[in-house]
């Protein structure tokens, strides 16, 4: 291995050492932050308003969750590419309403959550977090 090429490696070590540092040390933060009683209070509250307003708009908004579970065990994607980009798979939510309905309708997001339960949330986070 030439010179160029062992400091050229070096320095993707070195890169590699600290990009998974910061993150080591971010996941740690977050943890933390998370674990603070205040932090959990705060999100059991918005958890249960959530779970409470999915419920009160269950009954308008359940032909969007039929449309979406039908499109899914049919492999029919066109309903699919159609529905909210609003998707929080991280945390076990898919909004189920069409594309656009936060602007033109100002709908919240609507589905259910990871255990099968209506949920509606507002805002938006990348599937990627």
């Given amino acids: 291995m030439t010179a160029p090429e062992e400091e ?15 993150f080591t040390e971010a996941e740690d933060v977050i943890s933390f932050v998370l674990s603070d009683p205040g932090v959990q209070e705060a999100r059991g509250r918005v958890e249960a308003s959530e779970t409470e307003l999915g419920m009160e708009l269950c009954a308008r908004l359940q032909p969007f969750q039929d449309r979406y579970d039908q499109a899914v065990a049919e492999g029919d994607a ?52």
């Avoid at 050229?8 to 910061?22: I, K, M, N, P, Y």
């Avoid at 699919?80 to 309708?105: F, M, N, P, Q, Y």
């Fill in 78 to 129: 066109a309903p699919l590419i159609g529905a909210c980009a609003g998707k929080h798979g991280r945390w076990g939510r898919i909004c189920v309403l069409s594309d656009g309905h936060e602007t033109s309708e100002e709908e919240p997001h609507w589905g259910r959550n990871s255990e099968g339960r209506p949920i509606a949330w507002v805002g938006s986070a990348p599937d990627d977090w």
């Fill in 8 to 22: 050229r490696r070096v320095q993707e070590a070195v890169r590699r050492h600290a990009r998974t540092r910061t």
